[in-house]
């Protein structure tokens, strides 16, 4: 069973909006990450937060971490026609195996 | 820089028949990982391996098996297919395990 769950499912948005999609998780986590799935392709790695850290930037993303509601979110900025895509949560919990363990994703359009 | 190469990219299989996907990675990473990707359930984790020699079940191991005989290739063998298997199947590694994955491009399985 899918330790994270993104919500929305999907989300459909301007260029030049912002898009902010949520993770919650059911168990305490040693580090989350966020992949994107550009439709076909394996997935790419965009940022991973350790169970200690509240936030983190990078370039347009902003991805926040809070342990105490169990949940993450993912913010990008300004969004473009080509941040259409899938993107993944993927928890670490405490005690298991450390690999990542994958949502559901949330589909993401950006319309020009 | 090739990364992760798996193979075939897509196969139509008969029910019952043996096939093997292929994973080579070039970045001596410690752990490899392979997950099935179904619509609407996300990526669920089929074998795992942290280094070489060592294998592990993940989510859903039935009907799959695999080997980790070196570093660089973890094949994923169906011994016998059945439909439930349509799906696509990523490979992924990590320097080491819990990290941050690598995916490979993807292999479009369909078991008619």
């Known amino acids: 069973s899918q330790q994270g769950e993104e919500d929305p499912q999907a989300l459909s948005i301007q260029e030049g909006e912002n898009a902010t999609m949520n993770c919650s998780y059911k168990?305490?986590?040693?580090?989350l990450q966020w992949y994107r799935q550009n439709s076909g392709r394996g997935l790419v790695h965009l940022i991973l937060i350790r169970s200690n850290e509240r936030e983190k930037h990078s370039g347009r993303l902003r991805v926040t971490l809070d342990t105490s509601k169990k949940s993450s979110s993912l913010l990008i900025t300004a969004s473009r026609a080509a941040d259409t895509a899938s993107y993944f949560c993927?928890?670490?919990?405490?005690?298991?195996?450390?690999?990542?363990?994958f949502g559901r994703g949330t589909s993401l359009i950006v319309h020009p | 820089i090739a990364g992760i190469t798996q193979a075939p990219t897509s196969q139509i299989l008969a029910a019952g028949r043996r096939m093997t996907l292929r994973c080579t990675q070039d970045?001596?990473?410690?752990?490899m990982y392979w997950y099935r990707q179904d619509l609407g359930l996300g990526l669920r984790l089929i074998h795992y391996s942290n280094t070489a020699g060592t294998t592990g079940k993940g989510e859903v191991p039935d009907g799959y098996s695999v080997s980790r005989a070196n570093t660089d290739d973890f094949p994923l063998t169906l011994a016998s297919a059945v439909p439930s298997q349509t799906s696509v199947y990523f490979c992924?590694?990590?320097?080491?395990?819990?990290?941050?994955?690598?995916f490979g491009s993807g292999t479009q399985l369909s078991v008619l």
């Open positions: 992924a590694s990590s320097e080491w395990t819990g990290g941050k994955l690598f």
């Open positions: 970045m001596r990473h410690n752990a």
């Open positions: 168990t305490s986590i040693n580090n």
């Open positions: 993927a928890t670490d919990p405490v005690g298991g195996s450390y690999i990542p363990t």
